[in-house]
């Protein structure tokens, strides 16, 4: 199965990274790699740059000419971390003096036992925060405040300062070495896997952020969070011209993704769909105008008329005390607009931002830092790959299926446009009725994972190390997936029973999360070097659980979706990447023009989004939707308090596509599973072209689409 749109936002989410990747954690947002420089905004010492001079000549005479090069490098990564309080010229000359690793025995001998206690201790710092979080994660009883205070702990937030206070990070500093992305993507595919272990480990060490600074960044994304957070707006109050209203009553849609979703919903009612489609368009286009009245956000008390954006006095009561919901205005309500609070939140994170710039010499922007260090594909590639999409040819032919299936012109709102769903073989009591009969409780779905791995073309042993290597869990939620992070620890499944039995959706997700633990098992203890575990980023471990997902009918000794079954989810999926490309695009050119204007209003920076939306709008949407200037590519809250992290959603959809077709070429899952799963967290391309033998693209994603289409398209009469 293919990522679909409405999946990959929960799934790729912020919050959810640890959970379904075990991550090391030490590398927190903003501690990935970059290469300082002499000259950066550290305090220059007046010692050092004699105390190098003098360390160089001494070392190399001691170990060597043919070791200069790399006590020169050691030094200035030292150096450029060093601050007054981490001593004097004596303490820096006796701390490199006693840490240079100065033969390749010695050198050994540190990187080994380096790599064993950093496993130790993202293992055991992995294995608290799974235990302190029992509680909230799983159905065993009442949460208790204090059981939220052990969830909200991370025993791991001050490591990177202690380790800078005890001088462990020195000593890797002086020993391994720093990494600029264009290193890594050009000479990456020549490096040994130790090499590669090595960049890795110094990389945890390769930014050194004052505490006030984290703090600034915390709170800045705390406050946006909230913000959106509380953003709901109560649909019974919404009324149309004619005072009806569409939506029925209670309906509280948080901005966007409730708004988005009910568009989505909006599809099968035949009857007043099309009119609340209109209506949710015409609110998401106030609230990114904030012309919204602000007296209509979160609050029930209000009907408001969003065409002409009257606001009254609720003719109608139905909050039911609902927390958050303002009380009742005695007079009539003003509308006065929503104060461009939106754009003023979004500007506290960039100035957050901009306050680890000085820190960040080799990626000075949060720009940089987001795609040289986190995501490792420069901005360029990944503006070109979503251009890619956005200007396919295959766009307009999706856009003409859809009209052809909807009976209508295209309007703004179906860039959400989710009617390319199969009617399954079977139904959905059927399927449950099938599921609950194998899976009555979790213990019976546990004992059939070695089964369920050979249908998947483990082979008998594997499959029954990797049941052995995953423990099942009852769920408090709806399921998920918590790998370990050392060898000693198992992965951890997290699903859902009823009290009947496992339902068909409690089994499509378990299956889902399997994937993930099979992922989690093989990239932590299948792999040479443990400070590679795990895969590039979260986009690829949700891509390999996709593939587990995609047969879960034959895992239940069901018929396979058929082949227009699995064309219409393809164009779901295009259709969905080719929406959220442009929606990426918004968020890359706004945080630019911030750092154009560092010094914008919150109205500045309003008039700027809506600019940047229409633009984008106008070249790649306008063409298919015959209307131009709309503004609906600026709603996500993503772009609010994420610090732009929307481009990760396109590319998730392009590497499912690339794993996906990989999958098929092979012609079974288990080994290959293994051989991908093996590759370790490398970059991107590299990961990427060990297991398909291509860099990441939209290749695989549009020669899909293609063939989708035409299986597709004798069919299209018969909507
Ligand atoms: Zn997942």
Redesign the pocket.
Known sequence: MRIRLSSIFS?IGLSLTLV?QAVPLPRSMESRPAQQQEGGAQEVLPWMKDSIRKMETELATKYGEAERARIKRGLQQVASFWRERDGDAAAFEEFVRASFAGDQASLDTMFNRFERNLEQLDGHMHEINREFNNQSDLDVGEILPFDEKFAGYDPSAHVIDDFFQNKIAFIVLLNFPLTTLDERLTEGDKWSRREWAEVRLAQRFSKRLPADVNLSISQAAAEAGRYISEYNIWMHHVIDNDGKRLFPSGLRLLSHWNLRDEIKADYSDQQTGLAKQRAIQQVMERIVTQTIPAVVVNNPHVDWNPYTNEVRRAAVEDAGGAAGASAAPDTSPANAPEPDTRYGKLLLTFQASRKADPFSPTAPTLIARRFNENREIPEERMKQMLEQVLSSPLVPQVARLIESRTGRPLEPFDIWYNGFRARGAYTEAQLDEAVAKRYPTAEAYKKDIPNLLAKLGFTKERAQYLADNIIVDPARGSGHAMGAAMRAEKAHLRTRVEKGGMNYKGFNIAV?EMG?NVEQTFSLNNIDHTLLQGVPNTAFT?AL?FVFQGHDLELLGLSKPDAQSQALKTLNDFWGTYEISGVALVDMAVWHWMYDHPSATPAELKQATIEISKDIWNKYYAPVFKRRDVVLLGIYSHMIDAFLYLPDYPIGHMIAFQIEEQMERAGNVGPEFERMATVGSVTPDLWMKKATGAPVGPEALLAATKKALTEIGGTTKRE
Do not use: G, K, P
Request: proline residues 0%; charged residues 15%.
């Open positions: 799934i379904t889902h993930h949700e659980a």
